[in-house]
């Protein structure tokens, strides 16, 4: 069989492997020349730095749903462990760090083991964990900010620091993707999560142990998102109880932009990556527009959501047609 040649198929696959970052780069060609503001260091470095937290949830949520599942949570989780952060900051910066993370790994656990063991759809465990831990961030506030005491400026850096240039949540974002990507496509549990996303059944059948992957992949996610927490505590400078509100679906949106299926198999965090930043980018020239109401960003991120979805299922029958 003759393996096809020319542009067309050329460019069919690179889309088809690199579609998300070939969107970024065109998109931002284009917006630097319609926005000599676009093009700026300090613009780029603030969407850079905006995206990274919810970019951090993204990467945990990228190994959930290639393994076919979801996770509703992290948007209370990022509140919870921001409170904790405001709340430890004045005792101990270690506890403060600690203990948020810590909380975050029990959600995680809580969250697999009723998916696992209790065998209850991801979607209904993770909205009912999210509706509890909202509900403790609400009890333990009073619906008021927490602030953040930092006489030693630690928690100052963190949210709002650099390193050589570079803004230190974007710097953590950064080397957390790189992390996962050489996880996801260099172990055997990257490659797991795979498999148990095409066929959960066929996985078991290989000696997968499916509910450890789920149980990683749930865990890393709520660290992940407990970790955002912290940063953006650090950067607000006060733990909030609606903290992280909606950004659940702002990780998913990521996620299906950057071209990983959310029924499951195939992704990458790399893709994620692409994805979170095509979706700040589109806010951040949104907001260059200035005479845009701001609600539109809504609007238009649901409309670009729905059609990567649209585009992922008509190339999945189209494939089980082949």
């Known amino acids: 069989m003759k393996t096809k040649k020319g542009f067309m198929p050329a460019l069919s696959n690179l889309l088809a492997r690199h579609g998300s970052l070939v969107a970024l780069l065109l998109m931002m060609a284009i917006a630097s020349i319609i926005y000599p503001e676009f093009r700026t260091m300090r613009n780029i470095t603030n969407v850079f730095r905006q995206m990274s937290m919810v970019g951090l949830s993204a990467v945990g949520m990228t190994f959930v749903i290639i393994s076919g599942g979801i996770d509703l949570s992290i948007g209370s989780t990022i509140a919870l462990s921001g409170i904790l952060l405001a709340k430890l900051s004045g005792s101990s910066v270690l506890l403060a760090i600690v203990v948020p993370l810590l909380v975050g790994a029990v959600i995680g656990l809580v969250n697999a083991f009723i998916i696992t063991r209790l065998r209850v759809v991801p979607f ?6 999210q509706m509890a831990v909202r509900g403790v ?7 008021q900010s927490v602030p953040v005491s930092d006489e030693k400026g630690i928690f100052t850096f963190i949210g709002r620091g650099y390193v ?7 710097l953590v974002f950064a080397v957390v993707a790189i992390v996962a990507a050489v996880i996801s496509t260099r172990t055997g549990y990257g490659r797991s999560t795979f ?3 095409g066929n959960e059944n066929a996985a078991r059948m290989m000696g997968i142990r499916v509910e450890r992957s789920k149980m990683i992949s749930f865990t890393t996610t709520s660290v992940l998102s407990a970790l955002a927490g912290i940063i953006l505590s650090a950067r607000l400078g006060a733990g909030q109880p609606l903290g992280g509100q909606g950004w659940e679906m702002d990780a998913i949106a990521g996620v299906a932009i950057g071209g990983t299926l959310l029924s499951g198999g195939t992704g990458g965090i790399g893709k994620t990556v692409c994805g979170v930043l095509i979706m700040g980018f589109i806010k951040n020239i949104i907001n260059l527009q200035g005479n845009v109401n701001s609600y539109w960003q809504n609007i238009i991120m649901g409309m670009i959501i729905l059609a990567v979805i649209i585009i992922q299922n008509r190339g999945k029958t189209g494939g089980e047609r082949a």
């Not at 209904?124 to 964990?129: G, S």
């Open 124 to 129: 209904i465990a993770t909205l009912a964990v």
């Open 195 to 197: 498999a148990i996303g």
């Open 137 to 143: 961030a609400y009890v333990i506030t009073d619906m």
């Open 164 to 170: 050589l240039g570079i803004p230190f949540p974007v």
